[in-house]
């Protein structure tokens, strides 16, 4: 039996600008939990790291980004780190990788015209992957490739969408790698990346196929599904997969109803539950805010901040309730806006009961509209 380390999709010089200053703090753990995904392979005794593609988030790092990233697999000697440019960062003409200067020994790149294969004698595994030469362009990740004979253990890595029951793949747009391409290879495992969420792929068949995810989470729309590393076992009879949680932060998206806030404090009550030194979260206020709230985001935001790692609340969502909402003090005399409010609500009460809702639709909506006001509900 054998273990190997698969991570991917780290995505380190990542800018996090929507974090504000906070976003060098998430820049800085990025490249810590780095450090701490390559530290799995000595305590587990791993035999190889795997990093499926996007190690940097573009082709072109910074300097400092790429000494630090050699740095650390210097350290990890002899233990070989195998490394799949993505498609953040490229194997295009003017790719970093085509001059990694003062490269460690123990790193092998993929950066053949075609399929490529790492043989690890030592540990009878060999494992296939296709370096990423220009955005979705070129064969398919995995076409060509075949087992090694000398090897016990054959595996592949791709970084590519999986094919996906009632999805339509878009080639133009994605690489694709389906269950079948996985099977021509002949490989015990597939070792993905292009996607951030760890999970499973294709169960059922004779391989494994796992999305790592990024190891340190990017995004809300990653919730709780990224933050891992994978320890893949090699057995002769069979593959196991163990996640191991890497990532410092969680990253939470929460949607409060605006309706049912009668008091600044109800954000408070709201959120408390949440609270935590690792959490990343963002508030969505939605719906219509009654006036009498007199809630003030920032103040809240403020009072809140020191709870949670980062916080931010996104008014964005809110509205006035049009019962609050007085179309007759919104504009002076004789402006265009007055002269629309006095003739809809004249249309209003010379309606019928069937054309009443229809007038009062028109009355709100042009009114709010006239003064700039679309967040009137």
Known sequence: MIRIIHTGDVHIGRGFQFLGEFGRVVRAQIRETFTRVLALAPAQKAVAVLI??????????????????????????????IL???????LSADSVYRSLGGRPDNLHLIDGDGPQTVFLESAGLAVHARANRAKWVGEPPLAGIRPEPRARYNIVMAHASAERG???????????????????TAARYCALGHWHKCAEQFPGNPFK????????????????????????????????????????????EVALDAAALQDPDDVVH???????????????????LPTTAAFDPEATREQLADRFAYLTLSTECLRTRWEEFDPTTVFPLGTIGSAFVALAQAQLQAAGAGDRPLWEEVLRRGTALLAGREDVG
Do not use: M, N
């Not at 799949?84 to 490229?90: A, C, K």
């Open 52 to 81: 499926a593609g996007d190690l940097f988030d573009q082709h072109r790092p910074d300097i400092s980004d790429v000494r630090f990233v050699l740095g650390e697999i210097h350290k990890l000697r002899p233990i070989p780190v």
């Open 209 to 252: 196929a796992w999305y790592c995810g990024s190891p340190e989470t990017l995004q809300f729309d990653d919730g709780e599904a990224s933050g891992y590393a994978l320890e893949v076992l090699l057995d002769e009879g069979q593959t196991t997969v163990v996640p191991h949680r890497v990532g410092k932060y969680r990253w939470q």
């Open 84 to 90: 799949l440019p993505g498609t953040h960062d490229l």
């Open 270 to 288: 709201a959120l408390a539950g949440l609270a935590a030194p690792d959490r990343i979260v963002r508030v969505l206020l939605q719906g219509a």
């Open 166 to 184: 009632g999805i339509d793949a878009d080639p133009e747009h994605d690489y694709v790698v389906t269950a079948a391409d996985i099977r021509a």
